[in-house]
């Protein structure tokens, strides 16, 4: 009960430039004579461009985090450490708590990572990962508390955008077929729990 609560608040809540030398003409040999485009070459080999994502974190990323992982775990999916938001406890304790902010990849994208004696205990998401599937307010109405991930999925046509995830606590997101409107489903154990949604038509 704990996680589900954490889980709630926390839903609502370049290039190298190579300016080598170009060949040089003996006029009298008429010999060319390359003098430094070789070693430009291979640098520009064995130098990996960097590019938007290193660093950050990505919906790939975001899937590959699962419930229990430590913090260096963590950073090393994302490839960055996390920023601490909130700490309670002390270092060492089983209750010592931190959350983390993660940077992302998007403009608007957001992410927090809770652990809790060293280990993962929630991560949550906002526009980090999204799904295509739109649904209407007569599917949304067509589910029940305590229908299976299975049930709702085929009512839905698909799985939603997973929000925030806390052991056996995961909430999806879905976006309405009309602008702003959205609903949220919670499960717990693999069964529907909650639903909530807001403009769908």
């Known amino acids: 009960m704990k996680k589900l609560v954490f889980s709630a608040a926390l839903v609502l809540s370049l290039g190298l430039a190579g300016c080598g030398e170009t060949t040089t003409k003996d006029e009298s040999t008429k010999d060319e004579k390359p003098v430094t485009e070789t070693s430009t ?4 080999e ?16 975001f899937k590959q985090i699962k419930d ?23 270092a060492g304790e089983p209750h010592h708590t931190v959350m983390y902010e993660f ?21 949550s998401q906002f526009g980090v990962e999204t799904s295509d599937i739109e649904i209407t307010l007569e599917q949304f ?7 299976t991930k299975e049930q709702v999925f085929e009512i839905l046509g698909g799985e939603g955008a997973v929000v ?34 807001l403009g769908l038509e």
């Open 164 to 197: 925030s995830e806390s052991g056996d606590v995961v909430m999806y997101s879905y976006n309405g077929k009309s602008l702003g409107g959205n609903a949220s489903l919670m499960f717990q154990g693999g069964k529907l729990m909650n639903k909530t949604q």
């Open 103 to 123: 940077e992302t990849d998007g403009v608007m994208a957001s992410s927090t990572m809770m652990f809790q004696g060293g280990k993962l205990i929630n991560k």
């Open 46 to 61: 064995t130098s990996a461009p960097a590019t938007k994502e290193d660093g950050k974190l990505t919906e790939e990323k």
């Open 141 to 147: 109405n067509k589910l029940e508390n305590g229908m």
């Open 41 to 44: 070459d291979s640098k520009q």
């Open 68 to 90: 229990g992982m430590t913090y260096e775990e963590v950073v090393k999916i994302v490839g960055a450490e996390g920023k601490i938001m909130s700490e309670t406890g002390s």
